[in-house]
């Protein structure tokens, strides 16, 4: 993983309700076992035409999305089942944090142990974000901040595990790595001895 304690870019917005992971993955690319290249199927059915040309207002088709680091979601963005795919295929395609006022407990919990940043904030600086695309705003994972252009700020909730592996740009075995020579002693303290 990447460490991120903060970065600011452009937002794009997708301002659709209910976006849940089959749509933001279709289900015949998750035969796939490596997170490369697998941003190319991110919204695949949305982002392009049965012929496999780009449909052109799709938001994540714009010319300039390589500068938005951000998705701006509708609420409730992550439902329906679980796969760790869905954050894969936006995190490959750029994509660093998605901000909502809802985001499904299942696709947060595993965009938390890949990388992805979920911003969760009150409705009103949703319907801020959705109204102004392309705003260049700041998610500061240290202070637990999203910061807008207009100088307010509102804080996001992370718990203190995950936002210590994102700081640190590792995963859940990349801490336990880091604290094996404790675990060992951990481990042998513990056996019985005669």
Same mark, same amino acid.
């Given at each position: +993983?990447?460490?991120?304690?903060?970065?600011?870019?452009?937002?794009? $917005?997708?301002?659709?309700?209910? %976006?849940?992971?089959?749509?933001?993955?279709? @289900?015949?690319?998750?035969?796939?076992?490596?997170?490369?290249?697998?941003?190319?199927?991110?919204?695949?059915?949305?982002?392009?035409?049965?012929?496999?040309?780009?449909i052109?207002?799709?938001?994540?088709?714009?010319?300039?999305?390589? =500068? #938005?680091?951000?998705?701006? *979601? /509708?609420?409730?963005?992550? #439902? /329906?089942?679980?796969?760790?795919? @869905?954050?894969?295929?936006?995190?490959?395609f750029?994509?660093?944090?998605?901000?909502?006022?809802?985001? *499904? =407990?299942?696709?947060?919990n595993n965009?938390?142990? !890949? /990388?992805? %940043?979920?911003?969760? %904030? =009150? !409705? =009103?600086?949703?319907?801020?974000?959705? @109204?102004?695309?392309?705003?260049?705003?700041? %998610?500061d994972?240290?202070?637990?901040?999203?910061?807008?252009?207009?100088?307010?700020? $509102?804080?996001?909730?992370?718990?203190?595990?995950?936002?210590? #592996?994102?700081?640190?740009?590792?995963?859940?075995?990349?801490?336990?790595?880091? !604290?094996?020579?404790?675990?060992?002693?951990?481990?042998? !303290?513990? +056996?019985?001895?005669?």
């Open positions: +993983m990447e460490k991120l304690t903060q970065l600011t870019s452009k937002t794009t $917005v997708l301002p659709i309700d209910d %976006v849940d992971t089959d749509q933001i993955i279709p @289900a015949r690319f998750l035969t796939t076992t490596t997170r490369d290249g697998i941003g190319k199927a991110l919204f695949a059915d949305w982002r392009f035409d049965a012929q496999g040309n780009e052109k207002d799709f938001p994540l088709n714009a010319p300039d999305i390589s =500068d #938005c680091k951000f998705l701006v *979601a /509708g609420r409730n963005f992550g #439902c /329906g089942s679980s796969r760790e795919h @869905a954050p894969w295929s936006l995190f490959d750029g994509i660093r944090a998605v901000i909502s006022s809802e985001i *499904a =407990d299942i696709f947060r965009s938390l142990k !890949n /990388g992805l %940043v979920p911003v969760i %904030v =009150d !409705n =009103d600086t949703h319907q801020w974000l959705l @109204a102004n695309p392309g705003a260049e705003v700041t %998610v994972v240290e202070a637990r901040e999203l910061r807008l252009p207009t100088g307010k700020s $509102v804080t996001f909730p992370i718990d203190n595990f995950a936002r210590h #592996c994102i700081l640190e740009g590792i995963d859940q075995t990349g801490y336990l790595m880091q !604290n094996i020579d404790n675990i060992g002693q951990f481990e042998n !303290n513990r +056996m019985w001895q005669p």
